[in-house]
């Protein structure tokens, strides 16, 4: 099994959910997180005053694949998240040793 972080932006986050729920994704968590990358953040002016922001609202999604899934997984992530702009985001893959669903019990892919 594999986990999926991915970092996007905001307003993408429905269209990554319908398209990860149209191949047959059925969970995955979702953060209001602050950062910035390349991007870096930019000047506003606020009551005459100007400030920068450093660190720009995005969403994390975290989403746990079988193996055979990983690579569609990310196709589709990459794909609806895509505005071709800077600061669309990052994704990264991390090996998952085990998953338990507390209700049943049932472990590893039968609790995805």
């Keep these: 099994m594999k986990k999926i972080e991915a970092i ?18 059925t969970g995955m968590t979702s953060t209001e997180v602050k950062g ?6 930019h000047t506003e002016l606020y009551r005459g005053a100007e400030y920068v922001i450093d660190f720009l609202p995005k969403v994390k999604l975290e989403i746990v694949v079988q193996e055979e899934m990983l690579e569609r997984s990310i196709e589709v992530i990459t794909e609806a998240a895509r505005t071709g702009k800077i600061g669309d985001g990052k994704i990264f893959v991390s090996s998952v040793e085990k998953v338990i669903r507390i209700r049943t019990g049932e472990t590893d892919q039968d609790a995805i």
């Design 8 to 25: 996007i932006k905001p307003f993408k986050l429905d269209d990554v959910r319908e398209a990860l729920s149209e191949i047959g994704v």
């Design 36 to 41: 910035f990358g390349r991007q870096k953040g």
